[in-house]
């Protein structure tokens, strides 16, 4: 049975590649498509992506939709809605310190309100491996200087991370514990549907009285990388893992996400690799070995 969890657990260090891409649509896309704009159009290209393939079962499938509407709007407006827009409107106030350090609270919420509200248990083991990620992700965040964290000063756009950190651990609580007769990719395809239609309001609003979107080729070629990278692939491959390894353990995601972070700033925005990037990775994979080794004794 362990060697059927190498996959699920391989995917712990496989999907965050995908979705770290997304800090690479946050520093570089947002230079010319708005925040709001970018997340709503990369959600409606991945539904147009993945309807082709999923129409007929979908079709087929129509009262089992009208009965979970929706819960897939809730998990559309979380997963797309508010984690699609919130960090990139965070980026125009806030710092990246302050992101990194308030997004990579989310496995915090999601073991919290997976205990509080499913009863999912929480040992020793857990609580260490937590705690071991925690101070591995400051270490890098914080440059392995004190005086950074020290010196912290909150905008609005901490809020809005905040917000984004706490929509993420819904999405992922409740994806995991809110079963569907739907097949992943069907599921998916309605979320990105959901996740789109719960931004359009605001990004009409954002058209009207902020930032108007010019459809040139800077445009489309954002759009489509967030849309398969971030979007289409990192989602597939999360909830893949939460099939088998559960909401709390998927949730050290995040963690990893960081480490991946630094290594695309290194390479594509000549960032420095530091001493305290060794630190804090061997942190966080001593994490990951922990919370692993909590969840073999399940299997």
């Not at 020793?124 to 964290?149: E, H, Q, R, S, W």
Request: hydrophobic fraction near 55%.
């Amino acid at each position: 049975m362990k060697n059927l969890n190498i996959f699920p657990l391989s995917l712990l260090f496989i999907q965050p590649i995908f979705m770290a891409s997304n800090l690479i649509v946050a520093r570089g896309g947002v230079e010319f498509v708005p925040p709001i704009s970018l997340a709503f159009w990369r959600w409606t290209l991945v539904f147009l992506i993945l309807l082709p393939f999923t129409y007929l079962t979908l079709k087929k499938n129509f009262k089992i939709i009208k009965k979970e509407y929706r819960r897939l709007f809730f998990l559309g407006s979380m997963g797309c809605g508010v984690c699609g827009a919130f960090p990139f409107l965070a980026g125009e106030t806030t710092t990246v310190t302050n992101m990194g350090i308030i997004y990579t609270s989310s496995p915090v919420f999601i073991i919290l309100i997976s205990y509080f509200v499913f009863h999912e248990k929480i040992n020793l083991t857990k609580v260490i491996g937590l705690i071991a990620c925690l101070i591995g992700v400051f270490v890098i965040i914080i440059k392995g200087n004190l005086d950074l964290l020290i010196n912290l000063k909150f905008t609005i756009g901490d809020l809005w991370m905040l917000a984004a950190a706490i929509g993420w651990a819904l999405y992922s609580i409740y994806l995991f514990y809110w079963q569907s007769k739907l097949k992943i990719f069907e599921r998916f395809t309605l979320i990105s549907f959901f996740g789109a239609l719960s931004l359009l309001p605001f990004y009409i609003s954002e058209e009207i009285f902020y930032k108007q979107t010019f459809f040139v080729t800077e445009f489309y070629l954002w759009v489509i990388f967030a849309a398969i990278s971030p979007g289409i692939i990192a989602f597939t491959l999360y909830t893949i893992a939460q099939k088998k390894l559960g909401a709390s353990l998927t949730g050290f995601t995040l963690y990893i996400f960081t480490i991946y972070g630094a290594i695309y700033g290194y390479f594509l925005f000549d960032e420095k690799f530091e001493n305290y990037h060794i630190v804090g990775t061997i942190l966080v994979f001593f994490g990951i070995y922990l919370a692993k080794k909590n969840n073999d004794k399940k299997v």
